[in-house]
């Protein structure tokens, strides 16, 4: 979900910024949304610890990976009640860089340090290293807000403070559902939201999602850049539709079980950079990002329908 996480929060800033002010700096504003929604998947960073000494092959060392991430995936860094801690800290680090006012680099080290202290008492020292690589993924991010945007504190924090609240929630139909309160012991979501019985149309239904938030970005950047979707997809988007076939050649996917059908279906986007050629002359055309992008997401969401299509007919 890390790119449906990123766009949707892109989505939801950058289309509400456009009505109250330029386009292009709303462009800008849902990228700063954009890159915070990210920083809550850095506590995967344990998951690395998986790797090693895995044996098994390729699935004996995906499944380490996976396995280990479990110890604090979606709880220290996922909590809504942290997010506007780290908002702020953002928001204070900019202003301290842009004014040269120490005073407020304390305040965000303050809380950052809070934050590091807080997740140490509760989850122990692995949850104050966890936390401590999201303080300092927050800190990077308004850094980049600081070299290479004009964005005050109060922007950066209202924008960082979207991208964090909102990433928890796209991640209720996969795995278990992130801690919203953390540190307090209060699960306010205790169980994952089921989209279907059937368990390989749940994970059909949440890669749905998945795609939904990812085009709600999208189009909202076609908006932004006054640019028409029409002619940024091109009709070769439609071999997706081929992509049915794989329902009755691999076995059903889950989500405990879906490396194959996701690295395969998203394999069919690969389409979107293929050149072009224009005949009669034989012209090579590259297709430019936007177009690559589009056509590739136009043709995955066609592969994941006709897949869903012929899995339930079957």
């Known amino acids: 979900m890390f790119v449906g996480h990123a ?29 915070f929604a990210t920083v809550p998947d850095v506590d995967m960073v344990y998951a690395l610890a998986g790797l090693v000494g895995a044996e098994g092959g390729v699935m004996g060392t995906v499944s380490s990976f996976w396995a280990a991430s479990t110890a604090v995936h979606r709880t220290i860094t996922h909590s809504l009640l942290v997010a506007p801690v780290a908002a702020g800290l953002a928001g204070a680090w900019l202003h301290g860089r842009r004014t040269n006012a120490p005073q407020w680099l304390g305040v965000a080290v303050v809380l950052g340090a809070g934050l590091g202290t807080v997740a140490t008492l509760v989850s122990g020292a692995l949850g104050g290293a966890v936390m401590a690589v999201f303080v300092v993924a927050a800190v990077a991010v308004a850094e980049g807000v600081e070299q290479y945007t004009e964005f005050g504190p109060r922007a950066t924090a209202a924008a960082g403070l979207v991208g ?81 076939l794989a329902a009755l050649a691999i076995p059903a996917p889950t989500l405990d079980f879906s490396y194959h059908f996701v690295f395969s279906v998203l394999s069919v986007g690969m389409i979107g950079a293929v050149p072009r050629v224009r005949f009669p002359n034989v012209a090579v055309e590259r297709p430019d990002a936007i177009s690559a992008a589009l056509t590739g997401l136009a043709a995955v969401t066609l592969a994941g329908m006709a897949y869903a299509v012929t899995y339930t007919l079957v």
């Open 164 to 244: 964090l609240l909102s990433h928890p929630f796209g991640d209720l139909a996969t795995g278990e559902p992130p801690a919203f309160l953390y540190p307090l012991n209060a699960p306010l979501v205790t169980e994952r939201v089921a989209l279907a019985d059937d368990a390989t149309l749940h994970l059909l239904g949440a890669f749905g999602v998945e795609l939904a938030a990812i085009w709600a970005g999208l189009l909202v950047a076609m908006w932004l850049l006054e640019r028409p979707i029409r002619t940024a997809i091109d009709f070769r988007a439609v071999v997706g539709v081929g992509y049915a």
């Open 7 to 35: 766009l949707l929060a892109f989505a939801l800033v950058g289309g509400t910024a456009a009505l109250l002010t330029d386009r292009r700096v709303a462009l800008r504003l849902g990228i700063v949304a954009a890159a």
